[in-house]
Each structure stands twice: as structure tokens, then as C-alpha cells.
């Protein structure tokens, strides 16, 4: 619907210019390295939408529509996210008055996550525009990260020496999950990107960038971002081979080192602080000892909550349901999402949904593997990265207006790009 209605009212001139693919690069740009810097949910979803717009009615459509309508990996995502959408529809009459927020923010994450798609969908038939996205969030995340560790062990008072680190940028202190995993994300791909012969960034200070970021990440004391770093970090080598990999894969190894061993040597350098020492000395036994933070009990409230394997519960109202059961337990904080995107899928989908979700993710694996045959392991390290820190953590992968906010950065991003690109239409990876 949006194609047609937006090529009625854009002029053929205006579509033939350059403006929409500039437009669509700076909502796609400012949107993906928004997650490290925009403040609050609204500006950074309405930077999407404000700017989106306009790059949806300043462009030709017709030519996409034609690729997506004989594209099995356009036509898996529209499956998935029209039975998601669906499934959670058809119990919209049947639900209490109160639910209607939920209703309006899942409709409108669902509108968001298609247009964000699109957009990435245009903007991947560019490699150019691809490498101006990854230096930008890159580079934005490094900054993010610098001055959050500044500020947090440094500067400003009521914060302890060891304690978790934060992106001070988002909420005004970003949950430590969410922070490492972008940081993480945002690490890889410089990584991946470091090696280009025209690079805008020197050497040395696209290197310093990375390892800051990996060193944030591991900060964060995220073990899903370390996870996500490990795989991605594994993929890379893998596909790059020890010559071309082992400088991203040692500083790597080099910052997580660091991290487990250095808390009695920093100590000094921050006397006005104090600690647990636990905190402090032994970041392996504190990352041991928060276990599965309440995860299991919320997996088995998820799992009771379904009433039917194959269909799911829907992703609308249903939280109640499942939170019930952890009301019940008074050794656990009430969650606001099951933190596990692939066990909210099935969860919300059922069989069905986790199967349609199997086809999408099988098919952009496949397409991120072509492309790293190619030349080009950036996408496939950054689909197992999302695939892993995802694992463990997310709320939903059908809607940009979750809690966390950043399954379209880690998963949606990597995948979208990887079907554009690697599809057997498509360009080669270096054109």
C-alpha cells in the first residue's frame, strides 16, 4: 500500500533524482546510530518516521516490487510478519479495554519495523552507503562509549568502581544489557570494516575505536554481548581466514583478558570509589554468581501461558498471562518481556510462527554465507552476532517499539541486507 500510494503522489522527476536515496540514507543512518545516542524512544523512532517518510515518496518503487514479488527471501519476511501481525489480530475483539495501548504501540512497531526494512532493502543496493552506515554507528558508539566511562568511573559521584557500565546518552543511563550488546554490535562491524582499502577513518584511530568498544562491551558486564562477541568474532576468522582475521580476533581476546584480570590494577587509579570486592576483583565469579537472572522462571511462565503449540498466544495482551505465574514468586522482579526473541517468537507464533521464523533466518544465512564466499563476511558475522545476543535477550523481532529497542539493529539490519545483497539478482559485493 505505501509503494502505491506514495508514487501517486511523488512526481516522476522527483522520484528520478537522487533525493529519495538520500533521504533514505539519512533516516536509515540516523536511525541505526541513533540507538547509541538518541536520548529517549521518541526522538529515535520518530527520527525513523519523520524522516522515512519523505524517503518513502521520494522514491521509485515499481522496479523493488517487481524483485520483491519473485524473491523467496522478501516473500518469507512478508510471511512472517503477516502471520505474526495476524495472529495477534484476530484476538484484538476479545481483549480487555486496558490492553489498547499495548495494541496501538504493537500496531505501530509493526508499521515502523516494515518501513525500517524497506529502507534498508533500497539502501543495500549500495555498498557505498553501507560503509557510510557502518563508519557513522561505529564511530558514534565509540564516542557514546568514551564519554559514558569517563563520566561513570571518573567523574560523576554515586557511581561505584567495577559496577556495570551504562550508555549515559540513552535514558540517561542505558540498561547494561542493552549497552553492551549495541556496543558489541557496533565493535564487530567496524571490525569488519577496518580492512577496506578506502577507509575515512585512519588506521589508528578505526583500530583505537574498536578496541574501546570491545573493551565497553565487556565493561557492560553483558554475558550475552560477550556470547554475541564470541560467535561473531568465531564467524569472522572463520570466513576471513587467520591472515585476514586474527588482528579483530586478538583484540578480541586481548580486551576480554583485560576485563577478567586487571580490577586490582585499576583500583588504584580510582581511590574516591569503593567497591565489593567481589565486584571489583573477580568480574569471572560475579558474572557466575547473578546466574540466570530469573530467566528460567520466565521461560516456564512462558511456556504455561500457551494454550495452543501451533497457533501461540498472539503478542498483545498475552503478557498478563504469563506474568501471573511470576507474581506468584516472590524471588523474582516482575519482567516486562520474555527476554529471548526466538522463544517470544514461539511463544507469540507458535509452531507456526517459529517455523516461518526458521525460513526467513535459513535463507539469510544462506545469502550472508554467498556473499562471504565473495569477498564480503561482514553480514554473516553480524547475523550470527544478533542471532546470539538475541538468544538470551529481546522482547519481539515483529516490532521496532519494544523495551529494548534494538532487534532491528541486531537482527533486521544484517538479515535485510543479506537477502538484498545476497541474492542471485542482486550486484556483486564489490560493485
Same mark, same amino acid.
Given at each position: ?13 522527483? /522520484? /528520478?533524482?537522487?533525493?529519495? &536515496?538520500? !533521504? ?8 541505526? !546510530? $541513533? ?5 529517549? #524512544? ?10 522515512? *517518510? ?16 519473485? +524473491? &523467496?527471501? &522478501? ?24 490492553? *489498547? +495501548? ?7 512497531? #509493526? ?20 560503509? %557510510? @552506515? ?15 566511562? #569517563? ?9 561505584? &568502581? ?46 583505537? %575505536? ?17 556470547? %554475541? ?10 570466513? /576471513? ?5 586474527? =588482528?579483530?580476533?586478538? #583484540? ?10 586487571? $580490577?586490582?590494577?585499576? @583500583?588504584? =587509579? ?19 554468581? /547473578? ?9 516456564? !511462565? ?10 501461540? =498466544? ?7 498471562v504469563w506474568q501471573c505465574e511470576l507474581q506468584a514468586k516472590n524471588d523474582i522482579s516482575m519482567m516486562s518481556h520474555l527476554h529471548s526473541a526466538s522463544f517470544a517468537t514461539f511463544v507469540h507464533g507458535g509452531i507456526i510462527g517459529a517455523a516461518l521464523l526458521l525460513v526467513v533466518l535459513g535463507c539469510g544465512i544462506k545469502r550472508a554465507c554467498r556473499l562471504a564466499v565473495q569477498g564480503d563476511a561482514t553480514w554473516i558475522a553480524l547475523l550470527v552476532f544478533g542471532c546470539s545476543g538475541l538468544l538470551f535477550d529481546g522482547e519481539s523481532l515483529t516490532s521496532l517499539a ?7 539493529? *541486531? ?6 541486507? %543479506?537477502?538484498?545483497? $545476497?541474492? !542471485? ?7
Amino acid at each position: 500500500m505505501a509503494p502505491a500510494f506514495t508514487n501517486g503522489f511523488a512526481t516522476p522527476g522527483l /522520484r /528520478r533524482s537522487l533525493t529519495g &536515496a538520500w !533521504a533514505g540514507q539519512i533516516a536509515v543512518i540516523g536511525f541505526v !546510530a $541513533g540507538h547509541s545516542l538518541l536520548p529517549n #524512544v521518541w526522538l529515535h523512532l520518530g527520527w525513523l518516521l519523520i524522516a522515512g *517518510l519523505p524517503a518513502l515518496a521520494w522514491t521509485d518503487w515499481t522496479p523493488c516490487l517487481r524483485r520483491w514479488q519473485a +524473491d &523467496a527471501g &522478501a516473500l518469507s519476511v512478508i510471511a512472517f510478519l503477516l502471520w505474526m501481525t495476524l495472529r495477534s489480530s484476530i484476538q484484538i475483539p476479545f481483549m480487555p479495554s486496558q490492553a *489498547l +495501548d499495548e495494541i496501538l504501540r504493537g500496531v505501530a512497531g #509493526v508499521g515502523l519495523l516494515v518501513m525500517f526494512c524497506t529502507l534498508v532493502w533500497q539502501q543495500a543496493q549500495s555498498r557505498e552507503a553501507l560503509q %557510510a @552506515m557502518g563508519w557513522v554507528t561505529g564511530l558514534t558508539s565509540a564516542f557514546a562509549a568514551l564519554i559514558s566511562i #569517563v563520566l561513570c568511573y571518573f567523574v560523576l559521584p554515586n557511581h561505584r &568502581a567495577g559496577e556495570r557500565l551504562t550508555n549515559l546518552f540513552v535514558h540517561g543511563g542505558l540498561n547494561p544489557v542493552c549497552s553492551g550488546l549495541i556496543f558489541g554490535f557496533s565493535a564487530l562491524w567496524l571490525a569488519a570494516l577496518v580492512e577496506n582499502r578506502s577507509n575515512p577513518v585512519p588506521g589508528r584511530i578505526a583500530w583505537a %575505536a574498536i578496541t574501546l568498544l570491545h573493551f565497553a562491551a565487556f565493561l557492560s558486564g553483558s554475558r550475552g554481548a560477550m556470547l %554475541a562477541l564470541a560467535c561473531g568474532h568465531a564467524v569472522l576468522l572463520s570466513a /576471513r581466514g587467520w591472515r585476514r582475521g586474527r =588482528t579483530a580476533a586478538c #583484540v578480541f581476546l586481548m580486551t576480554g583478558t583485560i576485563y577478567f584480570t586487571s $580490577g586490582p590494577l585499576l @583500583m588504584p =587509579t580510582i581511590p574516591w570509589r569503593t567497591a565489593p570486592a567481589a565486584e571489583t576483583t573477580h568480574a569471572f565469579e560475579s558474572a557466575v554468581k /547473578r546466574g540466570d537472572n530469573g530467566r528460567l522462571d520466565i521461560y516456564r !511462565a512462558g511456556w504455561h501461558a500457551m494454550d495452543n503449540l501451533w497457533l501461540g =498466544t498472539g503478542q498483545w495482551g498475552a503478557r498478563e498471562v504469563w506474568q501471573c505465574e511470576l507474581q506468584a514468586k516472590n524471588d523474582i522482579s516482575m519482567m516486562s518481556h520474555l527476554h529471548s526473541a526466538s522463544f517470544a517468537t514461539f511463544v507469540h507464533g507458535g509452531i507456526i510462527g517459529a517455523a516461518l521464523l526458521l525460513v526467513v533466518l535459513g535463507c539469510g544465512i544462506k545469502r550472508a554465507c554467498r556473499l562471504a564466499v565473495q569477498g564480503d563476511a561482514t553480514w554473516i558475522a553480524l547475523l550470527v552476532f544478533g542471532c546470539s545476543g538475541l538468544l538470551f535477550d529481546g522482547e519481539s523481532l515483529t516490532s521496532l517499539a519494544t523495551t529494548p529497542r534494538f532487534e532491528g539493529l *541486531l537482527f533486521w539490519l544484517p538479515l535485510t541486507i %543479506a537477502l538484498t545483497r $545476497g541474492s !542471485a539478482t542482486a550486484p556483486r559485493s564489490g560493485s
